[in-house]
């Protein structure tokens, strides 16, 4: 884990889609620089040889659409051939129609079979990572920058204990109504929380941010679109019966808002704040974080989502930063940024950014705020365009980050506790809670 200056650091195809439209990565980058692509899985930590094929399943798609067109062309021939014959030239053509129809038959069937290949290929490759990200796993991040010193305190309780003796937040009634990793917040627990998100949502409003409210189950082609039915598909709750899935984010639901359209961005970019509850299975993670709200099967959150000209994603992606870090200074908490490593970026992101907090009983920083820069890649999936200049379309780009989410409760209490037990909120934060100190009843 390298420390670097903040100041060195640079900055099955669906209904209405257009035909040829690329699933995933643009394939003329691809196809120009197969290196550009195999150096990003390594990045990853990703298999390369699904670069090669890629460009095997592509190539045969393309061959079986040219053999496919040549049967056909000569098939549309041949029929106005047969329209001026007679005797045993016609019954010749005739013969010879037949073949060709069984011939075209089997085309479209070997081109629709390499489609779904060439598909299938496509969807394997991730994002291309931004030359800037580190490569390497989890624990191979860049910290950028540490904001805020940690307070010095002696004795201190976990968020817990502390919800638990303010009256804030129940688990144990919360397990035994849903199961683990479930709960209630109460009273000024709820309040605090409603108080931390109207905050975000003011701030998102006061920066051009349109507020939504979205739906929290998504068709399965908005969640593939955005990339979450990969490697995270058992993060993911799904509904059988009904073919929809649960979002963990809303930027689930705020990527397909716009699914199939041609924007209009000649007044800049499009930027979204959506309020909505999010879920997660958590799989993976058994045995770690079951003490308390940090990593739950439910929890509420505004993101922020932004569409925009593909030249314009680095500049939005620093601002969106810019507001993550406008809201933790109003909850006054220490923090580092870190400049998250190839490995761990998810398929979308082409380059993240992370706001871990300080949490004084793990003595550690965990992350309260994530911002990815998606380039074209969900936007490619989801078939979302602008006209540029000349008024032909081109594929936009997406971005995301969080402004406020539950698991900040738990940076909130222990950071701002005191040694009576009670908590202190900051003088921004409290007035949106409607109180300065958070006291046992």
Wanted: charged content about 25%.
């Amino acid at each position: 884990m390298a420390v670097v200056p903040w100041s060195v650091r640079r900055n099955g195809r669906r209904t209405g889609r257009p035909v040829g439209f690329s699933l995933v990565i643009d394939l003329k980058i691809l196809r120009d620089n197969p290196d550009l692509v195999r150096a990003s899985q390594r990045k990853r930590g990703e298999d390369e040889g699904l670069v090669d094929a890629l460009l095997a399943a592509d190539a045969t798609r393309r061959q079986s659409i040219l053999e496919a067109d040549r049967l056909r062309a000569e098939q549309k021939a041949l029929g106005r051939q047969v329209g001026k014959a007679a005797g045993d030239e016609k019954t010749a053509l005739l013969a010879r129609g037949k073949e060709l129809a069984e011939q075209v038959k089997a085309a479209v069937a070997n081109q629709n079979e390499a489609d779904e290949a060439s598909a299938a290929a496509h969807r394997s490759i991730s994002n291309i990572v931004a030359d800037e990200a580190p490569a390497g796993g989890e624990d191979d991040y860049i910290v950028l920058e540490h904001v805020g010193e940690p307070r010095k305190l002696d004795d201190p309780k976990d968020h817990l204990e502390l919800g638990e003796s303010l009256g804030l937040i129940d688990m144990k009634r919360g397990t035994k109504v849903s199961g683990s990793r479930f709960y209630f917040l109460t009273g000024q627990g709820a309040l605090l929380q409603l108080g931390l998100l109207n905050m975000a949502a003011a701030k998102a409003v006061a920066n051009d941010f349109t507020l939504m409210v979205p739906p929290v189950l998504v068709r399965p082609e908005v969640m593939a679109g955005t990339g979450f039915l990969g490697a995270h598909s058992a993060e993911i709750y799904h509904l059988p019966d009904d073919d929809l899935y649960l979002v963990g984010t809303s930027e689930v639901p705020l990527a397909g808002y716009h699914m199939d359209e041609i924007l209009d961005l000649s007044d800049g970019p499009k930027r979204y704040a959506g309020w909505s509850s999010c879920f997660r299975r958590e799989a993976g993670s058994y045995g770690k974080d079951t003490r308390g709200i940090i990593r739950v099967h439910q929890f509420d959150k505004v993101e922020g989502f932004i569409y925009c000209k593909p030249e314009d994603a680095e500049a939005e992606h620093r601002k969106l930063l810019g507001w993550e870090r406008e809201m933790l200074a109003a909850i006054d908490v220490p923090y580092r940024v870190i400049d998250v490593a190839g490995g761990d970026l998810g398929s979308s992101a082409s380059r993240k950014f992370d706001c871990e907090a300080w949490v004084p009983t793990q003595n550690t920083y965990r992350e309260l705020t994530s911002t990815s820069n998606c380039t074209t890649f969900q936007a490619r999936r989801l078939s979302i365009r602008y006209r540029d200049e000349n008024g032909k379309p081109q594929v936009a780009a997406t971005l995301n980050g969080t402004l406020a989410t539950t698991r900040w409760l738990v940076a909130i209490l222990e950071n701002h506790q005191q040694p009576d037990g009670s908590v202190v909120l900051p003088p921004e934060l409290a007035r949106f809670v409607g109180t300065e100190v958070l006291e046992p009843k």
